[in-house]
């Protein structure tokens, strides 16, 4: 992979024991992150889209440090992140910050959005008075589409959009170079979700976030983002632009998701089924080529030899191990 | 609705459904009108809070005990289900209407194995199911004949001791509970469970979100309804099993001849399955209209912004939002209740409510920019 990469991940692997039987000795582990290798550019939104279990929540939180990795390493802006502690690992948090997908499960209820807002500013010192944090926060309240007014509010004072426009603000209250939006419009109705990714969207050109974009929805990724990682069970199994992604995925994987979401035009009905079961468990992941069993490609080789991350074509990286041929005018 | 007398499986009309709650009252339906024809899947569709699950479960009188009924009436061809009794809709909804919700986790029972809830559903009601289950049996046994080239001799003398019980429609206790079982595993296989058998004693635990979402259909489907609602039955799975779970419904739909009203918020599962479309704003349905009608020329404002709202997967194109968000339906608006996010409000929008009109065939829309 090339250089200088505002964000990288190199065979990032998280693994949570499941204990049990006599002396609680562990059994298995839940391989939710399984040698993930990734780089995110200056400024870009990057897009990590998978299913449900697929374990892109778990990476996002294992690069924000909110989780300690099991092996492999993180790097931001060059430097080193995923052993950092005490207050190296403060001042690294400081530089990046999330927003979670329920609005109303991550923000406190019992706390004003005003001091939800000036909260971060004193731990991380960003600002010297009262009155500056004061001034900021409602710099901060107007930069995400709501007015001073509502500063002295509670969460539940808010619609889902509202609340979701908060939790941005406070994101953005430690000044940050760096987002993880993890499904940040999921739990939203269409017309507001519109509203909060253009806000996303203005406030990244604004002040040059660089932003990791998590979700289900593959609509939302193609709207948002310019290059995309597809994970399956806890690898990426296909990263490249988005439009080529979309227009000629080479995983059998992401061909089978690209084709599974309906399209809302009428005109354009196809027939959406192409994938047998379901994913299968992260404790449990099948030798060889995970998507293996529900793959309709699948030679013997799929299920000995695990398959290397190749590049097909410039930027184009696919985990399979036969180039295939997917361009959308043969779907 | 049009020259052409169409059939229809439900009636909904002038449906008014208030909730009592210590803050005061909402207003949650205001008068919906809603029709659905027979063999179509009907798509009811509105951003949450839009009053859509509480239609669906109004008509099938699961209303939570601080709703009231104010008035209407919902029509399951021509018989009223909001004036049956307790017991009278009992039997409706075991007989021809049945519901399946969003989240299978919350009404499947956690410690009663998958066959055990179906077959319960057979026991309630065993002479409404007997001479479905001899013939589904009957079936079975000659598809094995079919296949096998033959039968074996305990076979034959089952069909024949079915065929005598099929000209009484009664059966021994012990053979009903063996029918009752194997009726149960030919339903879970019409949903395309693997190993049927197996699933029949498994728990809802053990079962992944899809396939849950699966037994839930099956126990639909046990009785063969004449219609069913599908409450967001694919929102809380992914996309691939979404598509399988779209793709069984459409074809039961076929094979045991129902008719589905479908209520969703994805705009993109309504285009790729429905026949007809209903939108809902704020306890009401302000558009109705042919799908391919519906989404090449949507009349109603708010259809016109919900539509523009909708991210695709095909194009990349900068998506509208409409301004403001869902009113709180203790205070609605005034008038039409989409009036104060509307773009082409007038004068006469706050002071009036518009009411559903047909301004093409089949396409009905609720807004005075249509007359209403």
Known sequence: MEEGYFLQTVDLFKYFPIRGG??????????????????????ETFGLVGESGCGKTTLGRTIMRLTDSSKGSISLEGEEISRVKGRNLKMVRRRMQMVFQDPYASLDPRQSVRSALVEPMKIHHTAS????????????????????????????????????RIAVAIALAVKPTFIVLDEPTSSLDVSVQAQILKLLKDIQSDMGLTYVFISHNLAVIRQMCPRTAVMYLGRIVELADTQRLFANPKHPYTRALLSSVPIPDPAKRKGLATLQGDVPSPVAIPAGCRFRPRCSYATDTCAKVHPPMVEVEKNHWVECHYNLDFAVSKI | MGKVATETVLDVNNLKVIFHTYAGDVKALDGVELSVRKGEVLGLVGESGCGKSVTALAVVGLLPPNAEIVSGEALLDGTNLLAMGKDELRLARLRDVAIVFQDPMTYLNPVLSVGLQITEIIASQPDLF???????RLEEISAIEKSNGGLTRELQVEREKLQAASDTNRLGNDEQKRLTQLYAISILKSVRLPEPEKVFKMYPFELSGGMRQRAMIAMALVRRPKLLLADEITTALDVTVQAQALQLLQQLKEVIDTSVL??????????????????MYAGNVVEVADVTELYRNPLHPYTQGLLASVPRVDVVAEQKSIQGSVPDLMFPPSGCRFHPRCPKVFEKCPNAKPTLIEVSPGHLVSCFLFGG
Do not use: W
């Open chain 1, 22 to 43: 006599m002396l609680s000795r562990t059994k298995a582990y839940v391989k939710a992150v399984d040698g993930v290798s990734l780089g995110v550019r200056r400024g």
């Open chain 1, 129 to 164: 008075s009262k009155s500056e944090m004061n001034r900021d926060a409602e710099e901060l309240i107007e930069k995400v589409g709501l007015n001073p007014d509502h500063l002295a509010r509670f969460p539940h004072e808010f619609s889902g959009g509202q609340r979701q």
């Open chain 2, 130 to 136: 007997i001479p479905e289950m001899i013939k589904n």
């Open chain 2, 262 to 279: 479908l209520i969703t918020h994805d705009l993109a599962v309504v285009a790729e399955v429905c026949d007809r479309v209903a939108v």
